[in-house]
């Protein structure tokens, strides 16, 4: 994208400007810099993905709340960050080693310097023993010591300065992934990490021919808390929801938030029976939970979810699990809301 803009003259770049404010006006995006990078690209065209994803929102009269801003700028900017991030370490990383490798060439320099000092101490002393040159030799080998010494001192502050430094780009690294894979508001994984274990999960399912269920839920009436109480108080239910399914997540599995209001649980070596107990569970400690806003103390009355699970089948996509477990939310939706509804469940419905 940079590329693109740096090609247009003053008064070109001015317009885009002024085309892009316009667009984010016309769709109520409050002006911030990340919300600027993500419909300028839009207005560009960078990114055809994010282009067909916000032209469908368009299309559903969906609001691009700040929320909803902050979901596509990680889902389509923060591989450029971690990105970024890598490039300028390893030019850190080549520096360290840059320094290690001229510090070890100097003490091989000395090291060589010691050796030609013995060895000619050695030769005299083969042909002269005398007090004056037994001084001499003496004193040429005690003054090489000294300066191999001092090289060797600073060839080991170097190494661990070094072997600190490294320490320290690696957990920077470590760092940056871990942000671009996680939630920034629940400190769940992320849309990326979800899809990335979910097809990781499904592959080990099928070799080790061991049961796998996806779990999706929703929080019900979400839209109404926003209208209500507001975004700050919408976000505090968020991180309620977030935590419980967190707390709940079976050994292996992974806690994500899916989407606004929506979360996934990925449950590897589990079976719909279990995975179904596992979703009342939360279910229920959800529902039993009474929140107070924390600015005024007022009760928020209940929150629940409506949860839909499908259990994985052989060779099965990512995209088919999640369709058939979406399938099953909507089913616990249109029957009611706050149930737990599996695919077991929802042929029995179709059955009666």
């Not at 400007?17 to 960078?46: C, F, K």
């Not at 002393?125 to 010494?149: C, F, P, Q, W, Y």
């Not at 007022?298 to 259990?311: F, K, M, N, P, W």
Request: a neutral charge.
């Amino acid at each position: 994208m940079t590329n693109c803009l740096s090609s247009l003259k003053v008064p070109e770049a001015l317009a885009l400007g002024h085309d892009t404010i316009n667009i984010m006006g016309a769709h109520e995006v409050r002006p911030s810099a990340q919300n600027y990078e993500v419909w300028l690209a839009y207005r560009l065209g960078a990114l055809s993905e994010l282009r067909q994803e916000i032209d469908s929102r368009i299309g559903k009269g969906e609001v691009f709340t700040d929320e909803a801003n902050r979901q596509l700028h990680d889902k389509y900017f923060s591989n450029a960050r971690l990105t970024a991030q890598m490039v300028e370490t390893g030019e850190r990383i080549a520096r360290e080693l840059n320094g290690v490798i001229a510090t070890i060439s100097s003490a091989g320099e000395h090291a060589s310097d010691y050796g030609a000092e013995l060895d000619s101490a050695a030769k005299r002393l083969e042909h002269d023993v005398g007090a004056d040159v037994l001084r001499e030799v003496i004193s040429g080998i005690a003054n090489a010591t000294v300066k191999m010494s001092e090289q060797n001192r600073e060839l080991t502050a170097q190494l661990q300065k070094s072997s600190a430094e490294m320490d320290g780009m690696r957990r920077t690294l470590r760092q940056v992934r871990a942000e671009a894979m996680t939630d920034g508001l629940t400190g769940l994984a992320n849309r990326k990490l979800f899809d990335e274990t979910l097809r990781s999960r499904l592959r080990e399912s099928t070799v080790e021919r061991t049961p796998l269920c996806l779990l999706l839920c929703d929080i019900d009436h979400f839209k109404r808390f926003n209208d209500t109480w507001g975004h700050q108080t919408g976000d505090q239910i968020i991180r309620f929801v977030a935590t419980t399914l967190q707390r709940f997540a079976p050994p292996g599995g992974l806690a994500a938030r899916y989407g606004g209001e929506e979360f996934a649980l990925v449950m590897p070596r589990m079976a719909l029976g279990p995975a179904r107990a596992l979703a009342e569970r939360i279910r229920q400690m959800i529902e039993s939970k009474t929140l107070v806003r924390k600015s005024t103390g007022e009760d928020l009355g209940r929150i629940t979810v409506s949860t839909g699970i499908a259990q994985a089948r052989i060779d099965e996509t990512p995209t088919s699990l999640i369709e058939r477990s979406d399938a099953c939310l909507y089913v616990s939706k249109r029957t009611g809301r706050n149930r737990v509804t599996t695919e077991a469940d929802q042929a029995a419905l179709d059955a009666a």
